[in-house]
């Protein structure tokens, strides 16, 4: 049965949401009593300056995840409870993975944000707004190959554009389209991706505005003419179009946790070839109406944080974050101790102190930057006190804040141990935050810093595949990009298998791509599967609908 552990009746309309932020209504467009698009207008009347903001990250994960939504919900209700004014800004599940392996992703247990079977589902329908931007501008790129072959500007086997579904479908990867009758188009190779890894979810995410937006899907690049040259997406007349789709979608939705906490839900691109975090319009204009505002990056701070400091922060629509939540497990550290995956609920502290120097790595990485970090403690019924008083040791030894957390079973309740050490390490710690790298860095320089300092490689080889790319990309006029490194987040290094701390790897880049409107050159370690496929047993199957209504079986 669908488990919103709280009954409907107790849930705020959304009027009396917003209030807590000092929304007006008349900048409500509602979706029924609980969820509402938030347009602000262009005077900022109702809002004062920005808020702190607090990015939650995650030592390296099980396959299972380690718990960053449910902590980054937790944490909000908790600063909440602590009388102070604090909203939540995150992304919106894709129904891929809801279908899939995860069956539902806003959060869980007593930190979840509701209605969580319609967030979980269709929503506002903004991720169906930029599928059909991503596919409307891949049916202009055919029809333009196809009544202007000769024209020179688009050659037809150098079109890159594909076309997406936010849905797991593996036989959608490869297809030919355009087979049968001329009529029927020019035959070509191409494929589908998850509407999550589209550049058009990317650009949507880091675009300020609905110019800004609109800009950016011009700067798309569709592929290569004849001689060579990068055509984009301007150039086939599709931006306005494409904009058109989006403009509704763009504007931030509002609902709220299960304890009447704001949340934000906006966007949601991959972590792997993007930046894996919500849309900066979201989390900006919660940060201009709340004086705190818990946000979450894609998987460990390897790829999520890094991305969101060195791609999302350089937009300058958001500030560097004021204190950085890296979310462990007691199963994670053992996982990275050593213990199999049947296995982690068994005592063993001798694995948790192996696998610390894991998290270790990740507490670096957020020094790294300049910024104080606190670990929380994700709490799990297995967990033992032994296990948990060897955890404080270790977190002691390394003289870095810690919290445990138990938002799960006890909601903003069980984060409350953890929102005082957030407000102490706000209050008290040091920041001085920096980049990793300067953007006149040559792209293959870019990747080598950020395989060396923040994975803790030895060296970076470039195929030559990707060498050429690069060189391109830079003979362009992209070699000032930020680079989006795709790689496992199972693993700090690119090779899944290699867990804990592994030390003076090589780190390979396969292959390169361009995302130009989005604004970040992605490099490559290994296949990185941009349409997944479902799973043996997914979630699908145990989700239904009642006659009269009910859904079950989604997570939430």
Not at 213 to 235: E, F, H, M, N, W
Not at 355 to 378: D, M, S, T
Not at 510 to 515: G, V
Not at 533 to 548: M, S
Request: aromatic share 6%; glycine share 10%.
């Amino acid at each position: 049965m669908s488990d919103e552990s709280k009954p409907r009746a107790s849930w705020r309309p959304i009027e009396e949401i917003a209030k807590k932020l000092g929304i007006r209504p008349e900048c409500l467009e509602k979706y029924g009593n609980f969820k509402a698009k938030v347009d602000l207008g262009p005077s900022p009347e109702s809002v004062g300056g920005l808020g702190r903001l607090i990015l939650v990250t995650a030592m390296t994960p099980t396959p299972s995840g380690e718990g960053k939504t449910t902590t980054a919900i937790g944490l909000t209700d908790a600063l909440n409870r602590l009388g102070r004014k604090a909203a939540a800004a995150l992304r919106e599940p894709s129904l891929g993975p809801v279908f899939g392996m995860k069956g539902g992703a806003t959060g869980g247990g007593k930190a979840h944000v509701v209605p969580s079977d319609d967030i979980n589902l269709h929503f506002t329908g903004d991720i169906h707004a930029i599928t059909s931007a991503n596919n409307l501008l891949a049916a202009m790129v055919d029809n333009h190959v196809q009544f202007e072959p000769s024209c020179g500007l688009l050659d037809a086997k150098n079109v890159t554009w594909r076309r997406v579904l936010d849905m797991n479908d593996r036989s959608l990867r490869n297809v030919i389209s355009g087979i049968g009758e001329t009529f029927n188009g020019i035959a070509l190779e191409t494929g589908f991706d998850i509407t999550a890894a589209s550049e058009i979810m990317a650009i949507f995410c880091l675009a300020h505005d609905l110019k800004d937006l609109k800009d950016r899907l011009g700067r798309i690049q569709i592929g290569y003419a004849s001689d060579g040259k990068p055509v984009t997406a301007a150039q086939v007349k599709a931006q306005g179009a494409m904009a058109a789709l989006l403009k509704d979608a763009i504007r931030p939705n509002l609902v709220q946790t299960r304890e009447g906490s704001p949340a934000f839900i906006h966007g949601g691109p991959f972590a792997n070839i993007a930046h894996g975090t919500n849309s900066v319009i979201a989390t900006n204009m919660a940060l201009r109406l709340a004086d705190f505002v818990v946000t979450e990056c894609g998987f460990a701070s390897d790829l999520g944080a890094e991305k969101f400091f060195d791609i999302v922060v350089r937009t300058g629509a958001v500030p560097p974050p004021s204190a950085v939540v890296i979310v462990a497990t007691l199963r994670s550290l053992k996982f990275h101790g050593g213990v199999k995956l049947e296995a982690l609920n068994a005592e063993n502290t001798e694995a948790i102190a192996k696998g610390f120097e894991n998290l270790q790595k990740h507490v670096e990485i957020i020094r790294l930057f300049g910024l104080p970090p606190v670990v929380a403690l994700n709490k799990f019924p297995a967990d033992t006190e032994k296990e948990e008083r060897l955890f404080a040791d270790l977190c002691r030894r390394e003289n870095v804040r810690f919290a445990p957390s138990d938002v799960f079973g006890r909601g903003g309740e069980g984060g409350l141990a953890l929102g005082e050490e957030v407000l102490r390490a706000i209050e008290h710690d040091p920041r001085d935050f920096r980049f990793l790298y300067p953007l006149d860095t040559p792209l293959a320089d870019k990747i080598e810093t950020i395989a060396t300092k923040i994975y803790g490689a030895g060296r970076v080889a470039l195929e030559a595949k990707a060498r050429r790319k690069l060189q391109k990309y830079e003979s362009d006029g992209f070699g000032r990009f930020p680079v989006c490194i795709a790689k496992t987040q199972y693993s700090l290094s690119a090779n899944a298998k290699a867990l804990g701390r592994p030390r003076d790897f090589t780190v390979t880049v396969t292959d390169a791509s361009l995302s130009a409107g989005a604004g970040f050159v992605v490099a490559m370690c290994g296949e990185i599967m941009t349409m997944p496929g479902l799973p043996k047993v997914p979630a699908a199957e145990r989700i239904d609908v009642t006659d009269d209504g009910e859904i079950m079986g989604i997570l939430g």
